[in-house]
C-alpha cells in the first residue's frame, strides 16, 4: 500500500524494523526536548503529514520498550488518525512513572499502525441472535 507523505522533520520516514514488523517507530520533532514529569502529558510533534488510503486507518500503539523501562505509554492508545486527516501527526504521551522523563528531538516515541477498516450502517432491529454466551461479559469466560 502506498502512502502519500510530507515530511517536515529532518529525521528518515518511518520504517518497519524488520520483515514482519506490525508498525513503524514514530520520532519525536522537536527543536528543544521535553521533560514530561510524572503523571503529566503533553502533544508531541513528528513533523509529518500523511494522505491515508480511504477505507484505511492509522492506529498510534505505545512502544512497549518505553512503557516498561521508563513509563511512558500513548495516552488515548491507540490513537486513530482517519483517512481524511490531513494535519500534523503529533503523539499524546503520558509519564505513568514516577521520574521526570526526557523528550529528544528524533527519540523513537511511539509507533503507527496501517490498517484497513469499514464504516458500519446501523440497523434497527427488535431482538439479537442468541448466542452461547448470551449477555455474559467482564471476565464471564473465566481464567481458563
Not at 4 to 10: A, G, L
Not at 32 to 61: D, F, H, M, S, W
Not at 76 to 83: H, L
Not at 122 to 129: I, S
Amino acid at each position: 500500500m502506498e502512502i502519500r507523505v510530507i515530511n517536515k522533520s529532518h529525521h528518515p520516514l518511518p520504517q518497519y524494523a524488520t520483515p514482519d514488523s506490525a508498525g513503524m517507530d514514530l520520532r519525536a520533532n522537536l527543536e528543544n526536548p521535553i521533560v514530561l514529569k510524572p503523571l503529566e502529558r503533553c502533544l508531541v510533534p513528528t513533523g509529518l503529514y500523511v494522505a491515508l488510503p480511504q477505507g484505511t486507518e492509522a492506529q498510534i500503539r505505545p512502544r512497549s520498550g518505553l512503557a516498561l523501562k521508563k513509563g511512558i505509554t500513548v495516552l488515548n492508545s491507540p490513537g486513530t488518525i482517519d483517512a481524511d486527516y490531513r494535519g500534523e501527526i503529533c503523539i499524546i504521551l503520558v509519564n505513568l512513572s514516577s521520574e521526570p522523563f526526557e523528550i529528544c528531538d528524533g527519540e523513537r516515541i511511539a509507533q503507527m499502525v496501517v490498517a484497513r477498516c469499514e464504516q458500519a450502517e446501523w440497523v434497527a432491529v427488535e431482538n439479537l441472535d442468541e448466542t452461547e454466551r448470551g449477555m455474559g461479559g467482564f471476565g464471564h469466560s473465566g481464567k481458563k
